[in-house]
């Protein structure tokens, strides 16, 4: 019965082998990838513990799948069975699935939660989107600044085919200026935009919400180390689309500071507050 499908498997072995030698899928990854916020840690230990219940679950079924089907089959002389249900089984088969469905829930619950409570920013800044830049308005400072694509992306893609796109390390994925934040701090997102749809995606951050004109999103994040996170619009809105990207620099306080000295900006002293979002969106 399963003569003719030996050469078949045999085939797509052989492929799957070669494929897994290609250096091209070196990066190739089944986790999420590293993030540096408190946010990011939570998520990923949540999608570990939920994909790894998700594995066994499916091991279980599919290997009860593959032994009836092999045990069982005509050729061996099985018969079909005359009963039409088993009660016993049917609770069996309701009552573990509910059980693991809610052991995942209320995790998954919490965790959207934390996600969304915004509450007690260290520092708010208002992010608006534009065709084709973003705008950086640190509404606890002063610092009001709009980030453009670096000029030297913006050189090479003028170039057209002559181009080469390796001369720059970060093509399309750098700005003239950084939205600048300090470690270890709370900072709340109030996101909008200007004239269409975009989205503000930072992969590292663990944080991607729409910019919706007339509508104020927020979301939030807190870095646990320093560094240089790259990101980008995520939301098609126009053929410039590809030329608004995000950076985002975490600073340790001190430097923080210094930087917004350098911007004109006031250095307020960082400290944990209860700010409503309706009381903040009423005051820009």
């Not at 990011?40 to 009860?64: N, P, Q």
Request: proline share 4%.
């Amino acid at each position: 019965m399963f003569k003719g499908l030996w050469k078949p498997l045999c085939a797509f072995v052989a492929v799957m082998g070669v494929m897994a030698l290609n250096p091209a899928l070196a990066a190739w990854e089944l986790d999420m990838p590293q993030g540096v916020t408190t946010l990011s840690d939570m998520i990923r230990d949540l999608h570990r513990e939920i994909m790894l219940i998700c594995t066994i679950v499916g091991v279980l079924v599919f290997g009860v799948i593959f032994y009836a089907i092999f045990k069982f089959r005509r050729s061996k002389g099985a018969k079909a069975a005359d009963f039409s249900h088993n009660t016993t089984a049917e609770i069996i088969w309701t009552v573990i699935p509910v059980l693991i469905l809610i052991y995942m829930a209320v995790p998954s619950a919490k965790a959207i939660l934390e996600i969304e409570n915004s509450s007690n920013p260290d520092m708010t800044i208002k992010v608006t989107g534009y065709q084709w830049k973003w705008e950086y308005e640190y509404l606890d400072n002063g610092v009001h600044f709009f980030a453009n694509m670096d000029e030297k992306s913006a050189a090479i893609g003028r170039l057209g085919k002559s181009a080469d796109v390796m001369e720059h390390e970060h093509y399309l994925r750098d700005t003239d200026k950084r939205m600048v934040v300090p470690v270890n701090k709370k900072v709340r997102i109030l996101l909008t935009a200007d004239d269409v749809i975009h989205a503000w995606w930072v992969p590292e951050l663990y944080i991607k919400k729409d910019a919706i004109p007339g509508f104020i999103n927020e979301m939030w994040f807190e870095a646990t180390s320093t560094g240089v996170f790259r990101g980008q619009c995520a939301e098609l809105c126009g053929r410039g689309h590809g030329f608004m990207p995000i950076v985002v620099e975490v600073m340790e306080q001190e430097d923080y500071d210094a930087w917004v000295a350098e911007q004109g900006g006031e250095v307020a002293e960082v400290a944990s507050k209860e700010v409503s979002a309706d009381n903040t969106v009423a005051a820009l």
